[in-house]
């Protein structure tokens, strides 16, 4: 693997690892709130950290899967 891709790797590693601390912080709409517009951002929020953290999970396993098997051929499958 050349250096350009291991630093893109890196820098998407980075970005899915900030979304995955979002979606695992918990849920932000049940929270107290101070009145409508602050119960509005609180939903949005929510609704943001949940969807990107599923995104998130299927590159996960999509980068693992990919650099698991990046040099596997039949020769040195065992």
Not at 8 to 33: A, D, P, Q
Not at 35 to 45: E, I, K, M, Q, R
Not at 57 to 78: D, Q
């Amino acid at each position: 693997m050349n250096q350009k891709v291991s630093d893109r790797i890196k820098i998407l590693g980075f970005f899915m690892t900030c979304f995955m601390v979002f979606y695992h912080c918990g849920s932000v709409g049940n929270s107290n709130t101070f009145g409508a517009f602050d119960a509005s951002c609180n939903s949005f929020l929510n609704y943001i950290f949940n969807t990107m953290g599923m995104v998130v999970m299927s590159h996960f396993f999509a980068v693992t899967g990919f650099l698991l098997f990046y040099h596997l051929n039949m020769k040195n499958y065992s």
